[in-house]
């Protein structure tokens, strides 16, 4: 929390907006994890605004170009999945995910990850199944531990929920 924190304090106005927002939503992620949603909350809204407020024109460093509002609505998702609030949670990662091209399996894989177990907190198990089915089409084959690893820590919470037909297959899937 304290790096991801002064790593914040050290923005200036010639900080680049991708910059920025990469760090605000590092802080956020850091506030998720300590479970401080009121922390992560004011980061988000920070890093949301130094993507809006960029310059056209502005230069970025490649190393974080790819930070943009997609990227930052699955940090948000995965934010509030974290912080147990996925009323919050469901809708970051569906609008990200809708907009997510497959060709990226294994980062769509593991946000999928998120989105199912955000699916599990709100007590819509059937939605996460289907959707830890749809990771695992993904995951097969990406030359990758870390989605497999998401993806088993969400099968493992599917577990009692086993006699409903679409856990049961999903959990069948993963057993051969």
Known sequence: MTFARDSCATIT???PSSVRALLYERLAW???VDGQPAGAETALTSARESLETAQDGEP???WSTWVDHT???IMTGRCWTELRR???AVPALTNALDRYPDEYARDKSLYLSWLAEA???AGEVEEAAATTDRALDLAAGV???RPMERLTFVLESLRPHGQLPVVR???ERTSS
């Open 13 to 15: 106005a010639r900080t």
């Open 30 to 32: 850091a506030c998720a």
């Open 60 to 62: 970025q460093p490649n």
């Open 71 to 73: 990227e930052l609505n």
């Open 86 to 88: 996925p009323l919050r």
């Open 119 to 121: 699916y599990l907190a």
């Open 143 to 145: 030359a990758s531990i």
């Open 169 to 171: 297959a999903v959990l």
